[in-house]
């Protein structure tokens, strides 16, 4: 933003750094939708590089080219940055080797994935065949017993085969965000070893999580059981298709994902908790990030979910130390370290998108709120902030969802009103419930009693949503102008209450 000084404008110190993040975002948005070879082309990178030094020699201390000249080699930066994970394979990457059956040993690397008819799980491969050294990550996938687990040494023959898109899906590119370039299907051979590989920490967090997961199981029957542990572990995996579609129709499909709309919801019902029980507002973000990073850690930090708690960690502490006109500018912030340290999630990543869109939705409508309502009671302004973080989170992921799963839901606003207030109680419910589970095995069912019945209000709301007269819409086609326009106008009208707000100072 311009400012008068001397009467001379001048751009401050953070705004030129913003103006940096935003050409290096842009450049990594350019880069990861330009053809490989063109993203690869570093005479381009040297030929901007070059006419960016001969005009700061030639404009000399002119301090406006000199920004400009600043922005042009952030934007640089971001375009080369982003080259760097374009992967090309070499004798010692376990891709160079795709197409052919190879005999390969390595340790478990993540938490594998198990469905009722396929397990899958990542390989981090050291060697191949006759001890042959090699790196890479592999993604198998195989029968659903024997069961593997993570830091588990692994010994298996199998076809190596280069990840293709699926139906349209960018599979390839979004397995390449995590580094991932070889898929092997059912392989053969398979040996278990022993390890001591595996990180001590990540594989205590895992047992937690495992633990409680066989506790809902115990607890719980059938749906009731998936979606607990969607809504609670970030377990999808027993959700069936037909439960997805009622929950993609009601516009609910957030409580079963942790990603920042997830994250968001949760942020807003801590903060109503923890104001309701008389928690001093100067120590609030401090128990809020606390207790987000151990809910991270109890789920077994998955990468979504350590994005989201991170972008509503840096929200919440901006607010706290009176910085909420500062918000959106500390989301990019942060949304520019993220993509400095992985280019590809920009693109590739639909957990960031909605995470980013989701918490710069709450980021823009808390300070119109705390505006609103400075003047009302505490109680009243805090089911305020609890409904409002919803809706915007919903509003700015709207066009994204409708883009990435063909679905809009009319009926969202309604269902999620309805449902949004029960969640604390689910979330409190179902961690006593698992508590008192572990001291009292035998009274599960009765324990899990009260869990139930909150699921099934869930449930109930969703199938109502989902089957009432004009509740959604499938999209076979989203154009990408409407995206375009669509976050045009949230710009235009977030300004024009923005400046609204100002005048009435």
């Known amino acids: 933003m311009k400012m008068k000084k001397g009467g001379r404008f001048y751009l401050s110190k953070a705004n030129i750094f913003f103006g940096s993040c ?3 975002i842009f450049a990594v948005g350019i880069a990861s939708y330009l053809p490989r070879a063109l ?3 570093e005479i381009f990178l040297f030929a901007g590089l070059v006419i ?10 002119k301090k406006r080219m000199r920004i400009i000249v600043l922005w042009g080699l952030f934007f640089i930066f971001g375009f080369w940055r982003f080259s760097q994970t374009i992967f090309i394979p070499v004798p010692s990457d376990l891709a160079f080797y795709n197409g052919n059956i190879k005999t390969l040993t390595g340790v478990i690397s993540a938490e ?23 790196t890479g990550k592999l993604l198998v996938f195989t029968k659903p017993y024997p069961q593997y687990d993570y830091g588990e040494a692994i010994s298996l023959v199998c076809e190596l085969n280069t990840p293709e898109p699926i139906e349209g899906f960018a599979y390839d590119r979004y397995l390449a965000k995590d580094k991932i370039y070889s898929v092997c299907y059912y392989p053969r051979g398979v040996k278990i070893k022993a390890s001591e590989q595996e990180n001590a920490v990540v594989a205590a967090m895992l047992k937690i999580k495992d633990k409680a997961r066989k506790e809902i199981d115990r607890g719980l ?8 542990k969607a809504m609670i572990l970030g377990d999808k995996t027993g959700i069936d298709s037909g439960l997805r579609e009622v929950f993609a129709g009601a516009g609910i499909s957030h409580i079963i994902a942790i990603s920042g709309l997830h994250m968001g919801i949760i942020t807003g019902l801590l903060i109503f908790i923890l104001l309701y029980f008389g928690i001093s507002r100067r120590y609030l973000h401090v128990f809020v990030i606390f207790l987000l990073a151990g809910y991270v850690l109890m789920i077994g930090a998955p990468a979504s979910a350590v994005r989201s708690a991170i972008m509503c960690s840096m929200v919440l502490w901006a607010l706290s130390h009176g910085r909420s006109g500062s918000l959106v500018r500390i989301l990019l912030y942060v949304a520019w370290l993220m993509l400095l340290i992985n280019p590809r999630l920009l693109r590739d990543d639909i957990g960031f998108q909605l995470s980013f869109l989701a918490v710069l939705g ?28 919803s809706l915007a989170a919903q509003i700015f992921t709207l066009p994204l969802v409708a883009l990435q799963f063909g679905i809009v839901s009319f009926v ?10 029960i969640l604390p109680f689910v979330m409190i419910f179902t961690i006593l419930a698992i508590f008192f589970t572990f001291l009292l095995p035998t009274w599960s069912t009765f324990l899990f009693l009260p869990v139930k019945f909150t ?17 959604y819409a499938k999209i076979d086609y989203f154009p990408l102008i409407i995206f375009f326009f669509y976050y045009l106008f949230l710009i235009f009208i977030w300004l024009k209450i923005k400046f609204k707000l100002a005048r009435n100072l």
Do not use: C
């Open 455 to 471: 699921v099934n209000y869930i449930m109930l709301i969703a199938e109502k949503a989902f089957n009432a007269p004009f509740a």
């Open 112 to 134: 594998p994935e198990r469905k009722e008819k396929v397990q899958k799980f990542i390989i981090s491969v050291d060697s191949m065949d006759k001890n042959q050294p090699v």
């Open 39 to 41: 993203a690869r082309a």
């Open 52 to 61: 960016l030094i001969v005009v700061a020699i030639l404009t000399g201390k």
């Open 221 to 228: 029957a059938g749906q009731e059981a998936e979606i607990i």
């Open 22 to 24: 935003l050409a290096f």
């Open 412 to 421: 969202s606003p309604i269902s999620n009103l309805l449902i949004i207030w």
């Open 362 to 389: 709450i980021a823009t409508v808390m300070p119109f709120i705390n505006s609103i309502f400075s003047e009302t009671s505490t109680k009243l302004k805090n089911i305020a902030l609890l409904l409002f973080v």
